[in-house]
Nanobody, 123 residues
Framework: QEQLVESGGMSVQSGGSLRLSCVASEDAYSNLYMAWYRQAPGKERQGVACTHGLSGVTVYGDSVKDRFFVSRDNSRNTIYLEMTNLNPDDTGIYSC????????????????WGHGTQVTVSS
């Protein structure tokens, strides 16, 4: 059974918007930190955004601040990533993660990973 399942990725043009969803199983959903990461072709995976379920704290990577917004619905075991004003540098596979084992939420070691959803932004 997959524990984290992402959806919502597609091809869009620059300036467009997308909303990604990540549905977690009961075992994988965390009331603490959950995060979105992305991996662009030929590059290492980088943290994009994370959210803390109890405090409401959100953290964003520098390249996505004021364009991407993370939220969560605890009743649906789901986190979302609202992406606006997309540009080609946002292209990549977006994955969600849960249960932070060590490190920080944008550069951490996580217990659960989804398989990801592809986002492609064309100029």
């Amino acid at each position: 059974q997959e524990q984290l399942v992402e959806s919502g990725g597609m091809s869009v043009q620059s300036g467009g918007s997308l909303r990604l969803s990540c549905v977690a199983s009961e075992d994988a959903y965390s009331n603490l930190y959950m995060a979105w990461y992305r991996q662009a072709p030929g590059k290492e995976r980088q943290g994009v955004a994370c959210t803390h379920g109890l405090s409401g704290v959100t953290v964003y990577g520098d390249s996505v601040k004021d364009r991407f917004f993370v939220s969560r619905d605890n009743s649906r075991n789901t986190i979302y990533l609202e992406m606006t004003n997309l540009n080609p540098d946002d292209t990549g596979i977006y994955s969600c993660a849960s249960v932070l084992l060590s490190g920080t939420c944008l550069a951490g070691n996580w217990n659960h990973w989804g398989h990801g959803t592809q986002v492609t932004v064309s100029s």
